[in-house]
């Protein structure tokens, strides 16, 4: 199983990135896919989780309205889409595959194998 997420990088407050995650190894469509981030000097925290039938949690209430999930099956591929980007969402975003077959997505990182090697995302002016 390989998942490579790209599309971080330096954006002023306010601004937005999209994130893609891209997998492989794996019938896709069946697992499900989460994002969590990790700013310097804390632990790795979810962000947001969607179950393989589109099911969605935002575990953070801090990016609730501003963030969404998504993915393309079609496509191999989960999205984070962040708006009204703030200098506190600083941090390394991580996109993970779901342990199990049509299994529920969690929120614990304890939940999964399977990572990719982050995208540092920097916001500041």
């Known amino acids: 199983v390989q998942l490579q997420a790209f599309g971080g990088g330096l954006v002023q407050p306010g601004g937005f990135l999209r994130l893609p995650c891209a997998a492989s190894?794996?019938?896709?469509?069946?697992?499900?896919m989460s994002w969590f981030r990790q700013a310097p000097g804390k632990e790795r925290e979810c962000v947001a989780t969607?179950?393989?039938?589109?099911?969605?949690?935002y575990c953070a209430d801090s990016v609730k309205g501003r963030f969404t999930i998504s993915r393309d099956n079609a496509k191999n591929t989960a999205y984070l889409q962040m708006n009204s980007l703030k200098p506190e969402d600083t941090a390394i975003y991580y996109c993970?595959?779901?342990?199990?077959?049509?299994?529920?997505?969690?929120?614990?990182?304890?939940?999964?194998?399977?990572w990719g090697q982050g995208t540092l995302v920097t916001v500041s002016s």
């Open positions: 993970a595959i779901g342990n199990y077959y049509r299994g529920s997505a969690s929120k614990a990182a304890t939940g999964y194998n399977y």
């Open positions: 190894g794996r019938p896709f469509s069946h697992y499900g």
């Open positions: 969607m179950s393989w039938n589109g099911g969605f949690t």
